[in-house]
């Protein structure tokens, strides 16, 4: 067992909780690491170590308390100490979607439908008090595929006419996130709780913490996108119509966008997961590219991607694109 955090015993303490057993518990891509306090009642909660300067639980602090006031499931905050980086939250248990559904496939569908309609309900409320998800971070995003992943793979790309392929794929979009929804920004199965131990049980929400305001797709294509878990086109395509029927949303614009935000977010991915590689030493996230690869390419065969489609086809080999698993670290 690594060691425990150094603070850890006084601030259990403090919040009332020394009594608990310690339970450390698998981490992220992130320095933040997770703990289960459990009481020789049975009571149990879950702490969350963020330790600054790599971490800051404000932002967590500051969207659960906005979530959960306005009847999301996000956990209720039992105390904290956002300064030195501890946060303990109400236990929402091991059901992980991801982890359920690897027990309990027949029951695929619905699950994406309950963490469908919980999006709808999230896109009902007005935008939280959260800063844009504009143009400027859409760029910034998109720019490590070419920051980190054609450099790992010795690729010279045009990385001024990939940035202004962007601008002018995005462009027509942002007009229409305004005023925009809450947007979690990764909301997939390996970061939904099934608080009732089934399918269609409410969806217990972890990770928010980068939350914006932008547009209502892009939630969607981190859930049916997923770079964790496949996901079958057929019930990405059943999940849009789900979400397309609760939250009234008919027009071709809306699955332009889709496509944008997917072949955005996809591209973001890829960068990143270089990144854990390159610069963390986490080789695991190598092995998701491929999966990732494959959306992006479904992306950008819509014609609203063209000028970002002719970009990649210009600096991209095919023998990086297209062959499931080609990436040499």
Not at 8 to 37: K, M, N, Q
Not at 137 to 147: K, M, N, Q, S
Not at 307 to 316: S, T
């Amino acid at each position: 067992m690594s060691e425990l955090p150094e603070g850890l015993a006084a601030f259990t303490a403090s919040a009332g909780w020394a009594d608990a057993r310690v339970e450390p518990l698998p981490g992220d891509a992130s320095f933040r690491r997770y703990f289960r306090l459990v009481r020789t009642s049975g009571d149990s909660a879950m702490l969350m170590h963020a330790p600054p300067p790599h971490e800051d639980p404000a932002p967590f602090l500051h969207v659960a308390r906005w979530l959960h006031d306005n009847g999301m499931r996000a956990p209720e905050i039992l105390a904290a100490e956002p300064e030195a980086g501890w946060v303990l939250t109400e236990d929402f248990g091991n059901d992980r979607m991801r982890d359920w559904l690897d027990l309990n496939p027949a029951d695929e569908r619905a699950a994406y439908e309950a963490a469908v309609e919980a999006l709808v309900a999230l896109h009902r409320l007005a935008p939280g008090p959260f800063a844009p998800y504009d143009m400027a971070v859409y760029a910034r995003e998109a720019a490590l595929l070419t920051e980190w992943y054609c450099p790992a793979q010795g690729l010279e790309v045009d990385a001024a006419g990939y940035a202004a392929a962007w601008e002018e794929v995005l462009a027509p979009m942002l007009a229409r996130q305004n005023p925009g929804v809450t947007v979690l920004r990764d909301y997939h199965a390996e970061n939904i709780m099934l608080l009732g131990g089934q399918a269609g049980a409410p969806q217990g929400l972890i990770d928010f913490q980068d939350a914006l305001v932008g547009h209502p797709a892009y939630d969607l294509v981190s859930l049916l996108q997923d770079a964790r878990r496949d996901v079958s086109e057929d019930l990405e395509t059943a999940m849009l119509l789900h979400y397309a029927h609760h939250a009234g949303v008919s027009d071709e614009d809306f699955l332009a966008d889709y496509a944008r935000l997917g072949a955005q977010r996809n591209a973001k991915i890829v960068g990143i997961f270089t990144r854990l590689n390159a610069r963390d030493g986490k080789p695991k996230y190598l092995s998701m590219i491929p999966r990732v690869w494959d959306a992006l390419e479904r992306d950008l065969a819509h014609p609203a991607l063209d000028p970002v489609a002719r970009w990649f086809d210009d600096n991209i080999p095919d023998t990086l694109r297209f062959a499931r698993g080609a990436f040499s670290a």
